[in-house]
């Protein structure tokens, strides 16, 4: 292993110090399960490694005076898949992490390494896109608070510059928001997502569609909204055929690619099938 250096600091301030003063390459980590992978490949440098793991501020799942949920970066799948207040008002971000890898990931593995390592089949990723979370960023002025679909620049490239840290997320409850997640891999465990879908909707008592977001990984290089899906069904009743049409509009706005797990022509009709399904399930729900 390439790790010539490993500290665990105790609060922000002492993570600037260790990066801005390396001598070699810097790694921040939190779960470590992605970075132990990449670092065991023998093209990488001597690097220091950086847990945030005793850092307080980046942990915890907690409701903020005016309801806003804060979940930090540095919580495991594990705790967002069996946290009640997730399951109660982001149900579909709790489901979407309890099918993480395998049980021995999800107690390791963190939300804020699964956005920040910025692969474009995240499991957290089309939840967070479909509940319009926020990202916020430490660095050395403060803070800034970013839509997560800003977070994603290309295929494992996000936005964070040298210095910065991803502190968490903020999710605002809405009244009347139903969502659900599904991911399609080739086993049932221990699976990169050849497609996940999330979408979450707002319908009144006659079924029309108030509000829809629906986020889709593992179709083009970053975790995307399907918007011209989203406009398809947005301020209209819902009905069969527009479930259709709007299945039939995400399936043409997405570019996936051919890789060793599936061809893109069988992404394209697994994402039409599975926004089908989800909207008919949200349908009756409401």
């Known amino acids: 292993m390439p790790i010539k250096e490993y500290f665990k600091p105790d609060n922000f301030e002492q993570v600037q110090e260790l990066i801005m003063s390396s001598p070699i390459p810097v790694k921040v980590s939190a779960g470590c399960t992605d970075i132990t992978i990449q670092l065991s490949q023998q093209a990488s ?154 979408i979450a909707i707002q319908l009144n008592a006659d079924k029309v569609c108030n509000k829809i977001r629906i986020a889709l990984g593992a179709v083009a290089p970053t975790p995307m909204r399907a918007k011209k899906a989203e406009a398809k069904m947005a301020g209209k009743k819902v009905s069969r055929s527009l479930i259709t049409q709007t299945a039939e509009t995400a399936m043409n706005e997405i570019a996936p690619i051919t890789d060793i797990r599936a061809s893109a022509g069988y992404r394209k009709k697994m994402v039409g099938a599975l926004v089908e399904k989800i909207l008919h399930h949200l349908s009756d729900m409401a």
Request: aromatic share 4%; charged share 20%.
């Open 45 to 198: 440098p001597p690097t220091r490694l950086i847990s945030l793991k005793n850092i307080r501020e980046l942990s915890g799942i907690r409701e903020s005076e005016d309801g806003d949920i804060f979940i930090g970066a540095t919580v495991c799948h594990a705790d967002i898949a069996q946290s009640p207040l997730l399951l109660r008002l982001f149900s579909a971000l709790a489901k979407a992490s309890g099918l993480v890898a395998a049980p021995s990931i999800r107690n390791m593995g963190t939300i804020g390494g699964n956005i920040c390592n910025a692969s474009p089949s995240a499991d957290t990723a089309p939840p967070l896109l479909a509940y319009d979370a926020k990202a916020i960023i430490r660095h050395s002025a403060g803070e800034k608070i970013i839509p997560v679909d800003k977070m994603f620049v290309g295929p494992s490239v996000s936005i964070l510059k040298t210095g910065e840290v991803l502190k968490g997320f903020v999710l605002k409850p809405q009244n009347g928001h139903i969502a659900d997640f599904e991911k399609l891999g080739i086993r049932k465990a221990m699976e990169i997502a050849l497609v996940n879908v999330c």
